[in-house]
């Protein structure tokens, strides 16, 4: 790591921390508090508490119905959130963005719209061992409902995707390749262009799970050539309880509504209904106005900052992070290295010989260190590796090489006190 690396990054680091009041605190020991669990819930700049609270303050009422000023000013607000969205993925118009709750919801919008309108027995969804349970329950259920067919690709010795034996299961009964951007326990990134293209080459549809990806680099779904593609707030440094879909039009379009009730409609009889334009089809009910407003916000933050500025500096940590845990003996890591693979997330996911998971993270928390434990939403690849879970810590831009030295040394020392009294 040069000194030139550490003065751009730190730079970065600290022109953003105090943006977060969250990260401004003490430790129940009265130390500063170290927050390494970025991949779990990212955390809120003032930007987009300020956008909550201005909201709740000032605008709140229900959007698009109302003649008044406070509906009109909900409604701008609402409806510039979903332009948001849609100039950072790259979507032809806000017309694509469908607001979900999370990007769990947005997963299974598209597995009971277009899932259940287009696949019958015996039609393929290929998905992969390293999806988050979000990414194979909808398509497990779908299975039960219509009998089509579910395969996962496997990975290889690095913990990277296998492409070889993704070419090998692609094939003319392949409808959707389902798969996860950026892995949030191995840390790859899956090349989803060259994917998407294979898809499409057996006429088969592509959706990403980009959840990890959204906040930590610049996205496109031009260049990745994807079909669907679903994101979640609460990693994008805005609120829980929002996400989003984007799909092309002309699939939309063809889609039946995911739920019936109000606002997703333009007229009701007592005997049929007939259906509003998008994206409002897909959105039944009062929407969550004040979280997509916060939302907004978090990514005109994160535009601001410069996705390319934030990928950089995460490069940086994470391979310094990497050299840190390298030097524990007995300490493995899941997932390729920066070396394998310069693209990589910014997390570490690792195990330690002898000494579970979950204890490493209840006394790192005692020294004011937060990091996940656990199987991450990942079973079915943690008994791949044939274990029960595994610690993880995850960086952000905001994260400084001097929290990860903390880190490395009361991990150090958590794993000499196991191995003493174990």
Known sequence: MTTLSRDV???????????????????????PLVYLDHAATSQKPQAVLD???????????????????LSARATEAFEGARAAVARFVGAAGPDEVVFTRNATEAINLVARTWGDANLQAGDEVLLSVMEHHSNLVPWQQLAQRTGCVLRHVGITESGELDLDDLRQQLNKRTRLVSL???????????????????????????????????AHQSTDVNQLGVDFLVGSSHKLCGPTGMGFLWARKDLLDAMPPFL??????????????????????????????????GMGAAITYLEALGLEQIAAWEAQLTRYLFQQLD??????????????????????????????????????????ICI?????????????FK????ARASLSFTTTFEEIDRFAAELQGVIAFFREHG
């Open 327 to 368: 030097s524990i003996e007995g300490l493995r890591i899941l997932g390729p290295t920066p070396e394998q693979q310069p693209g990589r997330g910014a997390l570490a996911t690792f195990l330690v010989d002898g000494v579970h998971a979950n204890d490493i993270a209840s006394m790192l928390d005692l020294a004011g």
């Open 260 to 293: 019936g009730g109000g606002e997703m409609i333009q007229d009701v009889f007592l005997d049929h209904s007939t259906w509003a334009a998008l994206p409002h089809k897909f959105e039944a009910g009062t929407p969550a106005i004040g979280e997509a407003v």
């Open 9 to 31: 990054g730190v730079t970065l680091a600290e022109r953003t921390r105090s943006d977060f009041p969250i990260l401004d605190q003490l430790d129940s020991q009265g130390g």
């Open 387 to 390: 274990v029960t879970g595994s």
């Open 180 to 214: 996860v951007h950026i892995s949030n326990t191995l840390g790859c990134r899956n090349p989803v262009e060259e994917i998407a293209a294979l898809a499409h080459g057996v006429g088969a549809l592509m959706l990403v799970d980009a959840c990890q990806s959204l």
């Open 372 to 384: 996940r434990s656990g199987h991450h939403c990942c079973q079915p690849l943690h008994r791949h």
């Open 51 to 69: 956008a909550l609270r201005g909201y709740y303050s000032n605008d709140n009422a229900n959007v698009h119905r109302g003649a008044h000023q």
